[in-house]
């Protein structure tokens, strides 16, 4: 049990060592900085410039009860209800995925191939946005492009909404399955697809973080052993109908299987398939192009 006693800065973030055993120590050194920025609505420069300033009693009461739930392994965006994307603010909750810097750099990727682009992208789609951060993010770069999300969870849309009124931008969301989707978004056609969709193996739990496992949404997760690449083709299919000629889709993927998902863009019939990897150096992202004479 903790007292609640008048500490330093310095202080507290040492209380913060107690993660150690759950978290490594760049995860616990990120954390504590959150948490303590949060708690007392100070910067993380601030917190480093002034180790000797004291908290008052209601942050230092917030920070032990966060602190204890931490050690339960509960994720510590899902905690504070919130966390950074692109540099903009999200809400997120259970109902959500956490957004993650590997997903930054698919967003950084499709910006820098439309801006490269000499003609206007008309529009986007996101599927399984989850959070909404990859099409408000893009919206946010791309004001005069009309971005759409899907999702099936109609929480997860809830939770996408709020962020898009929060970083006052206009996404359209709609609640599909696209492994079935309906005619209304089968008749549309897009200049860019993106996805990342459902890739997780049942096998691959075992190694995977409990603050995960325990926390964040199974069905934007897992996929059976069985068919790994179950999202892929259903999207890459869609695609074929729902993009434009010589339209680009993006995958986030799962980096074991690289290989596996460049073949079945091939198979399909896409054309100027690349694989990128992520700035940890696993294969991460896949872009495509629909050919012309295919779909």
């Given at each position: 049990?903790?007292?609640?006693?008048?500490?330093?800065?310095?202080?507290a973030?040492?209380?913060?060592?107690?993660?150690?055993?759950?978290?490594?120590?760049?995860?616990?050194?990120?954390?504590?900085?959150?948490?303590?920025?949060?708690?007392s609505?100070?910067?993380?420069?601030?917190?480093?410039?002034?180790?000797?300033?004291?908290?008052?009693?209601?942050?230092?009461?917030?920070?032990?009860?966060?602190?204890?739930?931490?050690?339960?392994?509960?994720?510590?965006?899902?905690?504070?209800?919130?966390?950074?994307?692109?540099?903009?603010?999200?809400?997120?909750?259970?109902?959500?995925?956490?957004?993650?810097?590997?997903?930054?750099?698919?967003?950084?990727?499709?910006?820098?191939?439309?801006?490269?682009?000499?003609?206007?992208?008309?529009?986007?789609?996101?599927?399984?946005?989850?959070?909404?951060?990859?099409?408000?993010?893009?919206?946010?770069?791309?004001?005069?492009?009309?971005?759409?999300?899907?999702?099936?969870?109609?929480?997860?849309?809830?939770?996408?909404?709020?962020?898009?009124?929060?970083?006052?931008?206009?996404?359209?969301?709609?609640?599909?399955?696209?492994?079935?989707?309906?005619?209304?978004?089968?008749?549309?056609?897009?200049?860019?697809?993106?996805?990342?969709?459902?890739?997780?193996?049942?096998?691959?739990?075992?190694?995977?973080?409990?603050?995960?496992?325990?926390?964040?949404?199974?069905?934007?997760?897992?996929?059976?052993?069985?068919?790994?690449?179950?999202?892929?083709r259903?999207?890459?299919?869609?695609a074929?109908?729902?993009?434009?000629?010589?339209?680009?889709?993006?995958?986030?993927?799962?980096?074991?299987?690289?290989?596996?998902?460049?073949?079945?863009?091939?198979?399909?019939?896409?054309?100027?398939?690349?694989?990128?990897?992520?700035?940890?150096?696993?294969?991460?992202?896949i872009?495509?192009?629909?050919?012309?004479?295919?779909?």
């Amino acid at each position: 049990m903790f007292l609640c006693r008048m500490i330093t800065i310095a202080q507290a973030l040492k209380m913060f060592d107690t993660l150690s055993n759950l978290y490594d120590q760049p995860e616990v050194d990120s954390i504590k900085y959150l948490v303590l920025s949060d708690v007392s609505n100070l910067s993380k420069t601030q917190l480093r410039a002034f180790p000797d300033r004291e908290l008052d009693g209601q942050a230092i009461q917030k920070m032990q009860n966060i602190i204890t739930r931490l050690q339960t392994g509960e994720p510590v965006q899902y905690i504070l209800g919130h966390t950074e994307f692109y540099g903009l603010a999200f809400k997120v909750n259970p109902s959500v995925l956490i957004p993650r810097p590997e997903t930054e750099e698919l967003v950084e990727w499709v910006l820098s191939e439309v801006r490269g682009q000499q003609s206007g992208v008309r529009n986007i789609l996101d599927i399984g946005t989850g959070s909404g951060c990859i099409p408000i993010a893009l919206k946010k770069h791309l004001p005069q492009t009309q971005l759409t999300g899907l999702d099936i969870s109609p929480a997860a849309l809830q939770t996408a909404r709020q962020n898009a009124q929060l970083n006052e931008v206009d996404v359209d969301f709609i609640e599909a399955d696209i492994l079935n989707p309906p005619i209304a978004i089968r008749s549309t056609q897009y200049a860019i697809l993106i996805s990342n969709p459902p890739y997780v193996t049942e096998h691959e739990k075992l190694a995977m973080h409990q603050n995960v496992l325990n926390h964040e949404p199974h069905n934007a997760l897992f996929v059976p052993d069985t068919d790994p690449l179950l999202f892929y083709r259903a999207i890459a299919d869609f695609a074929l109908q729902n993009l434009q000629p010589n339209g680009l889709l993006f995958f986030e993927i799962n980096e074991n299987l690289g290989k596996q998902t460049v073949e079945l863009l091939h198979d399909k019939g896409f054309k100027d398939i690349e694989l990128r990897q992520d700035i940890r150096g696993k294969d991460r992202m896949i872009k495509a192009k629909k050919s012309i004479l295919k779909g």
